[in-house]
């Protein structure tokens, strides 16, 4: 207990811990979260209207109804896909938090047999995605689609963890902030995990550490249109893009002895990256565009050789 008041005080601070879950929700909703989170995030965001697209077995919009908040809970069970359907027409009104809560990939699967409902896998489902690339994609969708029904001024997120298996890591939560306005970024709350069902597995001598912590980020949707938004968020991709390239390319200058001409060059970029390279045929004129466009990281040495400038 002592802990827990600890950690409601706490959401003014970046990390908050839960370990009883209240009397929210259902706890035999797998991956279901505490209801003292909600609580702790309505008390310092004081929302007048809340949603939660993913809502399972509806922990948050019970507490917010309970703090006298307007609150509206979908999920796909209920025939609602926060993927592509509009939550601001199924909500009818902007909302001042939106905060949703996918399963993790594939860690937890909730349609189909041996899940939570329905008796075959629902293929809107975000815990039945073929692969990491297509829950990515699908996640930034499902938080444009939140943004979009957030009113300015508001705040929309989102509450995850990352996840080991095997040798494969993947922080879904980096990828969403990569995947999302920087400038909107408003905080990334650490939450440590309590009763897992993965707390009951014998870890042995792990070489790395086991994962005890989710993840709950915010972004405060700035007051601008979506061509502003959409033509910001491509400038900010295509700077990554651009910045890869090059460093991509300095590094293998840099392996090459500072110096090399260019076929040598495309052999080491070549055999460096492949399969990306497969499915990229103007590869080579990228390269030489990168050359020729960072003056302060490459000099042209002479014809067709390039050096680290
Ligand atoms: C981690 S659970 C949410 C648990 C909830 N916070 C609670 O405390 O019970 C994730 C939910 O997302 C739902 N879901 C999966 N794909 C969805 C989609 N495309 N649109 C809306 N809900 C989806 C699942 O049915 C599941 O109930």
Not at 17 to 41: C, E, I, M, Q
Not at 250 to 265: E, F, H, I, S, T
Request: positive net charge; glycine residues 10%.
């Amino acid at each position: 207990m002592t802990q827990q008041k600890t950690a409601a005080r706490g959401m003014g601070s970046s990390v908050i811990s839960f370990p009883d879950r209240g009397p929210w929700g259902d706890s035999k909703w797998r991956g279901n979260a505490s209801g003292h989170v909600y609580r702790t995030l309505f008390e310092q965001l004081s929302p007048k209207v809340f949603v939660d697209p993913m809502v399972g077995s509806g922990t948050s919009v019970e507490v917010a109804r309970e703090m006298g908040i307007e609150a509206y809970g979908m999920d796909l069970r209920d025939g609602f896909n926060a993927v592509s359907m509009d939550i601001l027409t199924k909500v009818g009104k902007h909302a001042d938090l939106i905060v949703s809560h996918p399963a993790y990939g594939s860690m937890i699967r909730y349609s189909g047999p041996g899940g939570m409902w329905g008796d075959k896998p629902h293929p809107g489902d975000l815990s039945h995605c073929a692969d990491d690339a297509e829950f990515h994609e699908k996640m930034q969708a499902v938080l444009l689609n939140q943004r979009r029904a957030t009113r300015p001024g508001g705040y929309y997120g989102t509450l995850i963890g990352d996840w080991r298996r095997g040798s494969t890591y993947t922080s879904y939560q980096a990828e969403m902030i990569a995947r999302m306005p920087s400038n909107e970024l408003a905080a990334v709350i650490i939450k440590m995990q309590h009763n897992c069902l993965s707390d009951l597995k014998t870890y042995g001598r792990m070489k790395l550490p086991k994962l005890v912590h989710e993840y709950l980020i915010l972004w405060e949707k700035r007051g601008v249109s979506a061509v502003v938004l959409l033509s910001g968020m491509v400038k900010e991709q295509t700077q990554r893009v651009t910045g890869t390239w090059k460093n991509i390319v300095r590094c293998v200058l840099q392996g090459l002895g500072g110096k090399a001409p260019l076929d040598k060059l495309y052999a080491a970029i070549a055999a460096a990256a492949p399969e990306r390279l497969a499915t990229n045929n103007f590869w080579k004129e990228k390269v030489r565009q990168v050359l020729q466009t960072h003056e302060d990281t490459f000099r042209n040495e002479d014809r067709g050789v390039w050096a680290l400038a």
